[in-house]
């Protein structure tokens, strides 16, 4: 597997000479989707994650604006829906049924996906989720690969990691009713080096039993290994942090070279909990809200004209980046061209962007007239 800066020096040069080609790649694909946050709320307070510094947003999306938000999205050609959380987990809502189904039931949405820490999924949600036809992935992320490990990272009861091997098993027991692709990551200590997939050894603890057990059930479920190398939130987690934990994990930067706009810019906005919008799915910070559902219609909002959006664009243009989005990890600058992914310049996608949004304000005052 090649190390982060020895993939940061082979994107340098390619991104460099597509700069210079003018060549721009913005994903555009019938599966790119806009994240809405059902919840904001996390029941796990990871060592690596800013949720114990979050200060905004720890609230439920209610049914009403969870449904007016898809609604508007609908309005604005969007198919396809994200829900993982940028802080939060999506089964801390209880309403969490009621938006799946409405989901399942919108003629004009097709498909969505989250990522969970599966601990409070309830057996009904689970059951109702193997049931759905519009799940296109469910991934879920563990913490830990042991209860000392567990309660390490996420400074949580051990009751969780137990109820966390409980719903693991009850959804290896109906996974086989899946449409959706189900898989799994983990981070935890990185001498940690197994797979589900691998033959079973005589030392695996309950949670691997579960998994492997789950890997063997479902037959398609993807295991996608440790991640060790972690983002920095703003700052907010440091190395030092990260050494005494003591668990061999990394903070690192972006895999390829700031140079021009991060094409996230383009690509996942996220409609959160308590309705602010930001600009894209990396980082939750308060310089990159763009708006509030609660205040604006969401063609305003995502529309290249607003002000708050073309101040960002115009910034990440001069490479002059906001403090927010200094050494994320995942940046993602426009000259590097994704792999087998369909891809569009900026222009075409501001283009289709500011038509969409047109259209969606036309039909919104049609409405009210």
Known sequence: ????????????????????????????????????????????????????????????MSNDDFFDNINQLADLDQEYIALTPLMGDIFIDKHFSDKIDFLERHPKIKGYEFITNLITASEDALSQLSNAKKLTRMTISFYGHSLASFRKVTNRPASQYHRLIKNVNYLASISDKFQA????????????????????????????????????????????????????????ITQADMDELDMGFKIVGPSVPMIGPCALLFAGPVIMADGRVNACACRAEKGLIIGDVKKSPLYEILSPENPLFEDLLARHKKNDYPKECINCKIFMSIYRKPHKRSTITTDEYLDERRGQCERARLKSHMNKS
């Open 181 to 236: 692709k189900l898989a799994g990551c983990i981070k935890t200590d990185q001498k940690f080096n197994w797979t589900p997939h691998d033959k079973p050894g005589a030392d695996e603890n309950d949670l691997q039993r579960s998994v492997r057990k789950l890997a063997q059930q479902n037959g398609d479920f993807y295991w996608s290994g440790n991640e060790g190398d972690l983002d920095s939130w703003s700052g907010r």
């Open 1 to 60: 597997m090649l190390s982060h800066r020895v993939k940061y020096y082979k994107h340098s040069i390619r991104i460099l000479w597509n700069k210079l080609n003018s060549k721009q790649y913005i994903t555009k694909d019938k599966y790119s989707a806009i994240t809405v946050e059902m919840s904001g709320v996390c029941n796990l307070n990871c060592e690596f994650c800013a949720y114990k510094d979050k200060d905004e947003g720890k609230v439920i």
